[in-house]
T-cell receptor, first 115, second 109 residues
Framework: EAGVAQSPRYKIIEKRQSVAFWCNPI?????LYWYQQILGQGPKLLIQ????????DSQLPKDRFSAERLKGVDSTLKIQPAKLEDSAVYLC?????????????FGEGSRLTVL | GQSLEQPSEVTAVEGAIVQINCTYQ??????LSWYQQHDGGAPTFLSY????GLEETGRFSSFLSRSDSYGYLLLQELQMKDSASYFC??????????FGTGTRLLVSP
């Protein structure tokens, strides 16, 4: 079974530029997550989708971050314009809706460096 | 607010037993998960406690006390490959996970 795919793995941009990350979840997983992980910290949830609807985006900085999952499968996270503090690893994860086991499957992440 | 507290770092030697504690305060609680993350790698799921008590999976065990808002991960027969960061995460409902600050485990020979 293929895992969660993310691209690009690494991206370096200057502040005020834009960047987009792509994620393809495990086949059949209705729930998709984007987490931000700053070095030395735990993952922080940015947005959670179930199919193509948003379950939670309360911690997404909506003035600069946007995410979509138009067909209920793959997803794109965009940052525009980027700030220095956006330097982090952006982790995509997916899960089944049931059973409710607290098990998420993570991709390898996209490491963003903002200069 | 949501807060999950873990020790920042734990050190141990090969073959030993180590316990990583997690105390939490969250709005909504359905269970406590544990994840392992090696440097530069993806978090990987280790265990889940939906009910009070001990869950055992090979060398790893996890415990939950809902009344104390407390859980721990117990790692036995430590190996060098267990050196990694360990995160507790609360399922606040609908598989929404809030992660702790993480504990870096260093295993020495």
């Amino acid at each position: 079974e293929a895992g969660v795919a993310q691209s690009p793995r690494y991206k370096i941009i200057e502040k005020r530029q834009s960047v987009a990350f792509w994620c393809n979840p495990i086949s059949g997983h209705a729930t998709l997550y984007w987490y931000q992980q700053i070095l030395g910290q735990g993952p922080k949830l940015l947005i959670q989708f179930q199919n193509n609807g948003v379950v939670d985006d309360s911690q997404l900085p909506k003035d600069r971050f946007s995410a979509e999952r138009l067909k209920g499968v793959d997803s794109t996270l965009k940052i525009q314009p980027a700030k220095l503090e956006d330097s982090a690893v952006y982790l995509c994860a997916s899960s089944l809706v049931q059973p409710n086991t607290g098990e998420l499957f993570f991709g390898e992440g996209s490491r963003l460096t903002v200069l | 607010g949501q807060s999950l507290e873990q020790p920042s770092e734990v050190t141990a030697v090969e073959g030993a037993i180590v316990q990583i504690n997690c105390t939490y305060q969250t709005s909504g609680f359905y269970g406590l998960s544990w994840y392992q993350q090696h440097d530069g790698g993806a978090p990987t799921f280790l265990s889940y406690n939906g009910l009070d008590g001990l869950e055992e999976t090979g060398r790893f065990s996890s415990f939950l006390s809902r009344s104390d808002s407390y859980g721990y991960l117990l790692l036995q027969e430590l190996q060098m490959k267990d050196s990694a960061s360990y995160f507790c995460a609360v399922n606040t409902g609908f598989q929404k996970l809030v992660f702790g600050t993480g504990t870096r485990l260093l295993v020495s020979p």
